[in-house]
């Protein structure tokens, strides 16, 4: 028998990321192959915007896919967000050359009180809500604290991109196959400070830590790669991360909604007091996934090292929560 149809709402539809997202999302790569979608996308009322989403519409009509059963373009949460089962808040303003994503937060913190306010209203109870606009963490904070009649777990906020491009960066270093990585976490905010960690990492069942045996390479090279990283890619591009940031947001949902199969991923999810962090910080945390929930893997020895990295990342993540207190 098959599958009764989710609903998947998108915000930003017709830009950059949106357009390296709906395809995969309807050609079932997000929630599995057997999972009818009905897309809710969202963009601005304004009508560039409009038109352009009716030109990814109907490029995702040209497409046939056997599991979207349906799509609707929306200009107002309140419509967009009704009844969905997922929702990718991605439309936001992109950051350009020589800005921070803390640059961000004035212009797009509004969005997220508006749009969360508005899940809170419409949405399905169990909605699984993923912030990809930046600053996402902070932003899927302000959405969380918007929402206060949903779950808080039900909101997070994308850093599977730094894990991605940590993993990759290991790979390179170790000259081995991306696929054999295992037990990488990420901490903190998506942005330069997030602190990628591999300590406890292995590929191919060996440690990374003990293979790549450089502490000076893993300071003054890898975290700052893996941080700067998306500027990098404005630099280069003159546009920010497209596909490489849709296929994290895939990833994140994906292993989310089908679990992880014991695998550590890395989340932003809002704390719950783990390794210091105050409750509700919206924190890159490592993860395991399962039954449609994830949870924090525990008991990690964190070093002085770590902790001053946790720290910097954390107090950079409190520093933005009392900038966009007056929101709340
Ligand atoms: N968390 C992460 O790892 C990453 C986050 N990003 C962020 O994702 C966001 C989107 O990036 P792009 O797609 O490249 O930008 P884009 O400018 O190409 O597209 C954004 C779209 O969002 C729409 N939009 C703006 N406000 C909206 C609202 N209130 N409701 C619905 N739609 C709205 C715009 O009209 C536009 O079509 C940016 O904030 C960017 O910084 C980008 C890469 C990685
Ligand atoms: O850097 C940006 O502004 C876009 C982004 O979040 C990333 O690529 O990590």
Same mark, same amino acid.
């Given at each position: 028998?098959?599958?009764?149809?989710v609903?998947?709402?998108?915000t930003?539809?017709?830009g950059?990321i949106g357009?390296?997202?709906?395809?995969?999302?309807?050609?079932?790569?997000?929630?599995?192959?057997?999972?009818?979608?009905?897309?809710?996308?969202l963009?601005?009322?304004?009508?560039?915007?409009q038109?352009?989403?009716?030109?990814?519409?109907m490029?995702?009509e040209?497409?046939?896919?056997p599991?979207?059963?349906?799509?609707?373009?929306?200009?107002?949460?309140?419509?967009?967000?009704k009844?969905?089962?997922?929702?990718l808040?991605? +439309? *936001?303003?992109p950051?350009?050359?020589?800005?921070?994503?803390?640059?961000?937060? @004035? #212009? /797009? !913190?509004q =969005?997220?009180t508006v749009?969360?306010?508005?899940?809170n209203?419409?949405?399905?109870?169990?909605?699984?809500?993923?912030?990809?606009?930046n600053?996402?963490?902070t932003?899927?904070?302000?959405a969380?604290?918007?929402?206060?009649?949903?779950?808080?777990?039900?909101?997070?906020a994308?850093?599977?991109?730094?894990?991605?491009r940590?993993?990759?960066?290991?790979?390179?270093?170790?000259?081995?196959?991306v696929?054999?990585i295992e037990?990488?976490?990420?901490?903190?905010?998506?942005?330069?400070?997030m602190?990628a960690?591999y300590?406890f990492?292995?590929?191919?069942?060996?440690?990374v830590?003990?293979?790549?045996?450089?502490?000076?390479w893993?300071?003054d090279v890898f975290?700052?790669?893996?941080?700067?990283r +998306? *500027?990098?890619?404005i630099a280069?591009?003159?546009?920010s991360?497209?596909a490489? @940031? #849709? /296929? !994290?947001? =895939?990833?994140?949902?994906?292993?989310w909604a089908?679990g992880t199969?014991?695998?550590?991923?890395?989340?932003?999810?809002?704390?719950?007091?783990?390794?210091?962090?105050p409750?509700?910080?919206?924190?890159?945390?490592?993860?395991t996934?399962?039954?449609?929930?994830?949870k924090?893997v525990?008991g990690?020895?964190?070093d002085?090292?770590?902790?001053?990295?946790?720290?910097k990342?954390l107090?950079?993540?409190?520093?933005?929560?009392d900038?966009?207190?007056?929101?709340?």
């Amino acid at each position: 028998m098959s599958k009764k149809p989710v609903r998947v709402a998108v915000t930003g539809a017709a830009g950059q990321i949106g357009y390296a997202l709906l395809f995969r999302i309807a050609s079932g790569e997000m929630l599995g192959k057997d999972q009818p979608v009905i897309l809710q996308l969202l963009e601005i009322p304004d009508e560039k915007a409009q038109n352009a989403l009716k030109g990814v519409i109907m490029e995702l009509e040209d497409c046939a896919f056997p599991l979207l059963v349906g799509i609707e373009a929306h200009s107002d949460p309140m419509t967009a967000f009704k009844d969905t089962d997922y929702a990718l808040l991605v +439309g *936001a303003r992109p950051r350009g050359p020589g800005m921070e994503r803390a640059d961000l937060l @004035a #212009a /797009n !913190a509004q =969005i997220f009180t508006v749009q969360g306010k508005a899940l809170n209203a419409v949405a399905s109870r169990n909605v699984k809500v993923l912030v990809v606009g930046n600053p996402a963490n902070t932003n899927a904070y302000i959405a969380m604290k918007s929402a206060p009649d949903l779950p808080a777990k039900n909101f997070t906020a994308m850093l599977r991109l730094d894990h991605n491009r940590a993993a990759s960066q290991i790979a390179s270093k170790t000259g081995k196959a991306v696929a054999g990585i295992e037990k990488l976490a990420v901490w903190g905010n998506h942005s330069p400070t997030m602190y990628a960690d591999y300590r406890f990492a292995t590929i191919d069942g060996q440690s990374v830590k003990t293979l790549i045996n450089d502490e000076a390479w893993n300071r003054d090279v890898f975290l700052p790669t893996v941080g700067k990283r +998306g *500027a990098a890619i404005i630099a280069a591009r003159g546009l920010s991360s497209a596909a490489s @940031a #849709a /296929n !994290a947001a =895939i990833d994140h949902m994906r292993d989310w909604a089908l679990g992880t199969n014991g695998k550590w991923v890395t989340m932003g999810i809002p704390s719950d007091g783990s390794y210091g962090i105050p409750k509700d910080v919206m924190f890159g945390y490592p993860v395991t996934c399962e039954g449609g929930e994830y949870k924090i893997v525990q008991g990690l020895e964190i070093d002085a090292f770590s902790q001053e990295c946790i720290n910097k990342t954390l107090k950079e993540l409190t520093d933005e929560q009392d900038g966009v207190k007056h929101l709340l």
